[in-house]
């Protein structure tokens, strides 16, 4: 449904973007995850047909955003970083005209119009002047403009940033039910809500995709070791510990969590499954046992790794030449 | 043309809802006002002196002391206050992000820019409109020629159309209203004062040369009664270069982000 294929953006001579590429299916929603100044605003705004790429394709459902950008225009509903709304109309006013300039035909706005205000939750605030509206509802009316006319794709700028929890759990759920009937594309740079509401992720990192999978799988192929966080029921001396891991096949380390002895962070294989052996032999050793718990990488660690790592590589690329 | 409706809609509304539109529009009529009201208080004084001057009495035309220096009044007043009209058409949709929307909207850039131009142009009309009032008390007291009149009318709205063609790409260049406002008061003024340029030529070539170029020489002859399509045509080119710029401008706004 969206594809972008080797697209490059130069702003002057810096590039925002460089080769970026990726598919997104339909009814999917993915997750454009990368860190400010990424280029994730840059590669949205080429899909949106905003801006034109330096080189390179984008294309929603097979349309060229260069070439018949009009037509791939109808297809989505955008809602940009910065929401833009017209202040001094009312909200309804506003859905009036997102409709109209979406070219939806006159008989079918009010029902329109009726629909993305219930869905987005605004119909008690219908009649105000969206000047006057807190950050919360005017992000749910940016959300409202997004949905009107029903498009096909939906392109979302960072929808959740400057709301309160409860309204970013509300936006979360909203997204997640357009599953299936829409295509959705939203960046963030905030990994949970990537993690929760996205099916697939793509991460960008100084305006290059870094990678593209499932949180799951990402975070299972970078996971090199396997922690296991052990937790007695009083303080347990190293040489103890010692004597305990010795004997166990795939233990590769450990190290207590906190300063009160009480808690260990076991590192194992990942390859091993060490879980019975270790829970044996803790059991064997008189200890007492009250938690034992496989620890698994959060999406904020496969992350900073990705991105740490490209820092790694670019330096030492650099010291080479 | 796609979407030009919903825009020209959107513009009116947007002006309507402005206080910008009514602090503009009331001293508009404040000036217009004064200014009538000056004319005619100068045509009865001429008059009352012609009473005992036969001379002058074959002077007295109420097209030439009353009507015409009205619309060159009225143009003045309208060159001074329509950068107020224009300044905010694309610098606030920039400024406030609504480009956006409006560049990702299924509007073609053409509609875009021509809903906005009509928008201001139907803003104009009204002002024009809520100036009839002053000729109904001229019918009142004498007997005009509405044909001159609607000349006037038809010459002023084709100036007031290339004013505000010249406004809307001053806009289109930055964020800041204040900007906007000061380039295009700056370049009104300048295609005014090009015909005083004029009156100090040295040869006809340039002499001619300054007065084609300036916005209110053309209107003139509309005020004389004289409809010419040099004069039209002159406007319409003024109009369609300026709306030609803006859409560069666009063009290269969204190149450049």
Same mark, same amino acid.
Request: charged share 20%.
């Given at each position: 449904?969206?594809?972008a294929?080797?697209?490059?953006?130069f702003?002057g001579?810096i590039p925002?973007?460089?080769?970026?590429?990726?598919?997104?299916?339909r009814?999917e929603?993915?997750?454009?995850?990368?860190p400010n100044g990424?280029?994730?605003s840059?590669?949205?705004?080429?899909l949106?047909c905003?801006?034109?790429?330096?080189?390179?394709?984008?294309?929603?459902?097979?349309?060229d955003?260069?070439e018949?950008?009009?037509?791939?225009?109808?297809?989505?509903?955008y809602?940009p970083e910065?929401?833009p709304?017209?202040?001094?109309?009312?909200?309804?006013?506003?859905?009036?005209f997102?409709?109209?300039?979406?070219?939806?035909?006159?008989?079918?706005i009010?029902?329109?119009?009726?629909?993305?205000?219930?869905?987005?939750?605004?119909?008690n605030?219908?009649n105000?002047?969206?000047?006057?509206?807190?950050?919360?509802?005017?992000?749910?009316?940016?959300?409202?403009q997004?949905?009107?006319?029903?498009?096909?794709v939906?392109?979302?700028?960072?929808?959740?940033?400057?709301?309160?929890?409860?309204?970013i759990?509300e936006?979360?759920?909203?997204?997640?039910s357009?599953?299936?009937?829409?295509?959705?594309?939203?960046?963030?740079?905030?990994l949970p809500?990537v993690a929760?509401?996205?099916?697939r992720?793509?991460i960008i990192?100084?305006?290059?995709?870094?990678?593209?999978?499932?949180p799951?799988?990402?975070t299972k192929?970078?996971?090199?070791?396997?922690q296991?966080?052990?937790?007695?029921d009083?303080?347990?001396p190293?040489e103890?510990i010692?004597?305990?891991m010795?004997d166990?096949?795939?233990?590769?380390?450990?190290?207590?969590a906190?300063g009160?002895?009480?808690?260990?962070?076991?590192?194992?294989?990942?390859?091993v499954e060490?879980?019975?052996?270790?829970?044996?032999a803790?059991?064997e050793?008189?200890?007492?046992?009250?938690?034992?718990?496989?620890?698994?990488?959060?999406?904020?660690?496969?992350?900073?790794?990705?991105?740490?790592?490209?820092?790694?590589?670019a330096?030492e690329?650099e010291?080479?030449? | 043309m796609?979407?030009f409706?919903?825009?020209?809609?959107?513009?009116l509304?947007? #002006?309507w809802?402005?206080?910008?539109?009514?602090?503009?529009?009331?001293?508009?009529?404040?000036? $217009?006002?004064?200014?009538?009201y000056?004319d005619?208080a100068y045509y009865s004084?001429i008059?009352f002196?012609?009473?005992q001057?036969?001379?002058?009495?074959?002077?007295?035309n109420?097209t030439?002391?009353?009507?015409?220096?009205?619309?060159?009044?009225?143009s003045i007043?309208?060159?001074?206050?329509?950068?107020?009209?224009?300044?905010?058409?694309?610098?606030e949709?920039?400024?406030?992000?609504?480009?956006?929307?409006?560049l990702?909207y299924p509007?073609?850039? !053409?509609?875009?820019?021509?809903?906005? #131009? #009509?928008?201001?142009?139907t803003?104009?009309?009204?002002?024009l409109?809520? /100036?009839?009032?002053?000729?109904?008390?001229?019918?009142?007291?004498?007997d005009?020629?509405w044909?001159?009149i609607?000349a $006037?009318?038809g010459g002023?709205?084709?100036?007031?159309?290339?004013?505000?063609?010249?406004?809307?790409?001053?806009?289109?260049?930055?964020?800041?209203?204040?900007?906007a406002?000061?380039?295009?008061?700056g370049a009104?003024?300048?295609?005014?004062i090009?015909?005083w340029?004029?009156?100090i030529?040295?040869?006809t /070539?340039?002499?001619?040369?300054?007065?084609?170029?300036s916005?209110t020489?053309?209107?003139?002859?509309?005020?004389?009664?004289?409809?010419d399509?040099?004069h039209?045509?002159y406007y319409?080119l003024?109009?369609? #270069?300026f709306?030609?710029?803006?859409?560069?401008?666009?063009d290269?706004?969204?190149?450049? !982000?």
């Amino acid at each position: 449904m969206i594809e972008a294929i080797d697209l490059t953006k130069f702003y002057g001579p810096i590039p925002a973007i460089r080769d970026v590429s990726f598919t997104v299916a339909r009814g999917e929603i993915v997750g454009f995850l990368g860190p400010n100044g990424a280029g994730k605003s840059t590669t949205i705004k080429i899909l949106t047909c905003f801006m034109p790429p330096t080189s390179g394709t984008a294309r929603i459902d097979g349309i060229d955003c260069l070439e018949n950008s009009l037509e791939v225009r109808r297809k989505i509903g955008y809602l940009p970083e910065i929401v833009p709304l017209y202040a001094e109309m009312t909200v309804q006013r506003f859905l009036r005209f997102c409709a109209e300039a979406k070219g939806i035909p006159a008989k079918q706005i009010k029902r329109e119009i009726d629909r993305v205000v219930s869905l987005c939750g605004l119909s008690n605030v219908e009649n105000r002047i969206i000047g006057h509206l807190s950050k919360g509802y005017r992000q749910r009316v940016g959300l409202a403009q997004a949905l009107i006319g029903n498009p096909s794709v939906i392109i979302l700028d960072e929808p959740t940033i400057g709301l309160d929890p409860a309204q970013i759990v509300e936006i979360r759920e909203l997204i997640k039910s357009l599953a299936g009937k829409h295509t959705v594309f939203l960046s963030s740079h905030i990994l949970p809500e990537v993690a929760q509401t996205c099916q697939r992720v793509v991460i960008i990192n100084k305006g290059q995709i870094v990678a593209t999978d499932t949180p799951e799988n990402l975070t299972k192929q970078l996971q090199r070791t396997r922690q296991v966080r052990l937790m007695f029921d009083s303080s347990v001396p190293v040489e103890k510990i010692q004597d305990v891991m010795k004997d166990i096949d795939g233990v590769t380390g450990f190290s207590p969590a906190n300063g009160d002895g009480k808690t260990w962070i076991v590192e194992t294989d990942p390859d091993v499954e060490v879980r019975p052996a270790l829970a044996k032999a803790v059991v064997e050793s008189g200890l007492g046992l009250v938690e034992m718990r496989s620890i698994d990488l959060s999406l904020e660690e496969v992350f900073m790794q990705l991105v740490t790592e490209e820092v790694v590589q670019a330096d030492e690329s650099e010291v080479q030449s | 043309m796609r979407g030009f409706w919903a825009v020209y809609k959107k513009e009116l509304y947007s #002006f309507w809802s402005s206080p910008i539109f009514y602090v503009v529009a009331f001293v508009f009529f404040v000036l $217009c006002g004064y200014f009538f009201y000056s004319d005619v208080a100068y045509y009865s004084m001429i008059s009352f002196r012609a009473m005992q001057n036969p001379f002058m009495a074959e002077q007295l035309n109420i097209t030439n002391m009353v009507i015409r220096p009205f619309f060159l009044d009225l143009s003045i007043v309208f060159l001074l206050l329509s950068p107020l009209l224009t300044m905010k058409l694309y610098a606030e949709e920039r400024k406030s992000g609504t480009i956006e929307l409006l560049l990702t909207y299924p509007i073609s850039d !053409g509609a875009l820019v021509w809903a906005k #131009f #009509f928008g201001v142009v139907t803003i104009f009309l009204f002002l024009l409109v809520g /100036t009839l009032p002053h000729f109904f008390v001229l019918e009142y007291l004498t007997d005009p020629n509405w044909l001159v009149i609607a000349a $006037c009318y038809g010459g002023i709205l084709l100036m007031g159309a290339s004013f505000i063609s010249l406004g809307l790409f001053t806009s289109s260049l930055t964020q800041n209203q204040i900007i906007a406002a000061t380039l295009s008061f700056g370049a009104l003024l300048g295609f005014w004062i090009i015909s005083w340029m004029g009156s100090i030529a040295q040869s006809t /070539t340039w002499k001619r040369f300054f007065e084609y170029f300036s916005i209110t020489h053309h209107v003139e002859p509309f005020t004389k009664g004289l409809v010419d399509v040099r004069h039209i045509v002159y406007y319409l080119l003024f109009v369609a #270069f300026f709306i030609f710029l803006t859409r560069r401008r666009i063009d290269s706004y969204r190149w450049h !982000g």
